[in-house]
C-alpha cells in the first residue's frame, strides 16, 4: 500500500545572474508577447530583463529527464494512515531536470515587441532575477491542483535559463479537497500534461505611487461575492482579467473603500501593475479573515495561456489569476471590519511575479516507461477512461459538497450559527470525502464450488449514522 507520506525536494542549479545593485526593472515600463513579459531597466534603456510566463518544457534540450507517478485518477485510490484511518486520496508527483527559459521563436517576436513599443532596435535581454521561489504542481486541464500538503525544498538560487533537478508533487491530496478546490468549468482531460507553478519574488524599480487606504473588508467582499455569483457551489471561479481591472474603481465608487492617493493615481492604463497589486493586498486582508479553509480568494499562475500584458504594462494580471472562492456565502460577514494601510510602489521594492511551465511529455508507446499509474500497473497513461470516471466522481463529491455549504448558509443567515462555526464546518466539508467515506474494513468468507473458502478484507463505504455529526462537533469545540 502507498504510504501517505511523501518527501518531496527540488534542487535547483547553481545561480548563473548576479544581482546589479545600480539597475532594476522597472514596474510600470513592460511589453510581452508570447506568453513572454520583459520589463525595461531603470538605467539602461536598451535593457530588457525577461519572465517566460508560461512555456512548454519538451523532451530535448530543456526537458532531459521525465518521470510521472500519480494515483486517484480514474478509481478511487485509498491510503491508510498510522492512525488506521482510511481515506480516498488523489495526486501526482513529477521528477526529472529541466531548464525554463524561453524558445528562440519567443525571443524573436521579443526583440520585434520591445522594437515596436520602445523603437529600441537591438535591445539585450537579460533572464529576471528571482528570489523566494515555491513550486507547486498541476495537471494543466483547468480542473486540478495537486497542492495540499506539498512538501519541497527549494533553494533561493532557482534562476531562469539554468539547468536544474526537480521532484514537485501533492502530500496524498484528499479526493475530498481535491474536489473543493478544483477550478469550476474545468473537465478532465485523457493524457493531461503536467506542470510547475512558480511564485517568487523579484526586486523592482517603481514610478512614484502611493495611496492611502481605508476598507470596510465586509462590504468588499458581499459586493466582489455579489457580482461573481450570489448562490454556492463547490469550488473556485477564476475572475477574468478585465472584471478584476475594474474592481478597484468599483470598489472606490460604491464607498467600500477609499483611496487617498498621495502619488500616482487609479489609472489602469498609467499605473497598472500597482493598481492590480493594491487589489491583491485587499483581497489578501479578506483572507486573512478566515479561521479555517483555503480562504476567500487564491492567486495562481495563469496556465496554461497567461494573460499577458501589452506595451506600456496596462489592465492585465502579470503572470497570475485570481480565483473566488464560491463555497462561501455573501453572507459571511454581518458586521463591519475596517482596513487601514499605505500601500507604496515608489523606489526600491520586492514584488511577486509568476510562471509556470508545462512539461509537455504525451504518455504514449515511446514514453510509457514515463510513467505511473499507482491504481493500474497495465495502464500507466490516463486515458480517456480514466478521466471520465474522475470527472464523474468530482461531479458526484461536488453535488454532495454544495448542499452541505447551502445548508450552513441557511444555518448562517438565520441565525443558528456565527461566522465562526460557519468557518469551521465549511472547512470539514471542504478537506472531507462526502461521496468516498471508508467507515472502516471487513472480513468476507469468499467461497467457490470446489476451492476453499479464503477470508479477505473489504472496504465499508458511506457515513454510518451519527459520524458526521461527531465530526461536526469535534470541529466546533477545536480551537
Avoid at 526593472?25 to 538605467?43: I, N, R
Avoid at 485510490?77 to 486520496?89: D, K, L, M, P
Amino acid at each position: 500500500m502507498f504510504r501517505s507520506s511523501l518527501f518531496i525536494a527540488l534542487l535547483s542549479g547553481t545561480s548563473l545572474i548576479a544581482s546589479n545593485a545600480y539597475s532594476a526593472p522597472k514596474f510600470s515600463s513592460g511589453t510581452s508577447v508570447g506568453g513572454v513579459l520583459a520589463y525595461q531597466d531603470s538605467e539602461d534603456n536598451s535593457q530588457f530583463h525577461y519572465l517566460p510566463l508560461f512555456t512548454d518544457v519538451v523532451l530535448g534540450p530543456r526537458l532531459k529527464t521525465f518521470k510521472t507517478t500519480h494515483y486517484g485518477i480514474g478509481r478511487a485510490y485509498f491510503v491508510q494512515s498510522a492512525t488506521g484511518e482510511i481515506t480516498s486520496r488523489a495526486g501526482a508527483i513529477v521528477s526529472g531536470s529541466a531548464v525554463i527559459d524561453i524558445s528562440d521563436e519567443q525571443r524573436a517576436k521579443l526583440i520585434e515587441q520591445i522594437n515596436k513599443d520602445f523603437q529600441v532596435a537591438n535591445p539585450k535581454l537579460l533572464p529576471l532575477a528571482i528570489t523566494e521561489s515555491k513550486i507547486t504542481s498541476s495537471m494543466l486541464d483547468k480542473a486540478l491542483s495537486f497542492n495540499e500538503g506539498l512538501e519541497v525544498e527549494l533553494p533561493t538560487g532557482l534562476t531562469i535559463g539554468s539547468e536544474f533537478t526537480f521532484s514537485v508533487g501533492s502530500q496524498n491530496s484528499g479526493f475530498g479537497h481535491l474536489a473543493a478546490a478544483r477550478q469550476q468549468g474545468g473537465d478532465i482531460q485523457a493524457n493531461p500534461h503536467f506542470g510547475m507553478n512558480v511564485i517568487a519574488k523579484a526586486e523592482f524599480q517603481g514610478d512614484p505611487w502611493r495611496a492611502v487606504i481605508d476598507c470596510d473588508l465586509t462590504s468588499v467582499w458581499k459586493q466582489t461575492r455579489t457580482k461573481f455569483g450570489g448562490s454556492v457551489s463547490a469550488g473556485w471561479f477564476r475572475i477574468g482579467s478585465a472584471s478584476y481591472s475594474k474592481i478597484a474603481q468599483e470598489l472606490k465608487d460604491s464607498g467600500a473603500c477609499t483611496f487617498d492617493m498621495k502619488e500616482g493615481s487609479l489609472d489602469t492604463a498609467a499605473y497598472g501593475r500597482q493598481v492590480l497589486d493594491m487589489t491583491k493586498k485587499i483581497f489578501e486582508a479578506i483572507n486573512k479573515l478566515a479561521t479555517e479553509g483555503d480562504g476567500f480568494f487564491k492567486f495562481d499562475t495563469n496556465y496554461p495561456q497567461a494573460e499577458v500584458p501589452s506595451g506600456g504594462g496596462g489592465g492585465n494580471l502579470f503572470g497570475f489569476s485570481v480565483s473566488i472562492n464560491v463555497g462561501h456565502s455573501e453572507a459571511e460577514f454581518n458586521q463591519e471590519r475596517k482596513w487601514h494601510e499605505e500601500v507604496s510602489y515608489t523606489g526600491r521594492f520586492t514584488a511577486p511575479v509568476a510562471l509556470s511551465a508545462v512539461l509537455a511529455v504525451n504518455c504514449g508507446s515511446e514514453t510509457k516507461k514515463m510513467f505511473q499509474d499507482l491504481n493500474d500497473a497495465s495502464e500507466p497513461c490516463v486515458t480517456q477512461e480514466k478521466a471520465d470516471l474522475l470527472s464523474t466522481r468530482l461531479k458526484r463529491e461536488g453535488a454532495a459538497k454544495t448542499k452541505k455549504y447551502e445548508e450552513l448558509v441557511q444555518k448562517l443567515v438565520d441565525g443558528k450559527i456565527t461566522p465562526e462555526v460557519y468557518d469551521k464546518l465549511k472547512a470539514v466539508y471542504d478537506r472531507m470525502s462526502l461521496t468516498e467515506f471508508v467507515a472502516g474494513v471487513v472480513n468476507l468468507n469468499i467461497k467457490q464450488a470446489g476451492v476453499e473458502a479464503k477470508k479477505v478484507d473489504a472496504l465499508v463505504f458511506g457515513l454510518p449514522p451519527g459520524t458526521l455529526e461527531q465530526i461536526e462537533k469535534d470541529a466546533i469545540k477545536a480551537n
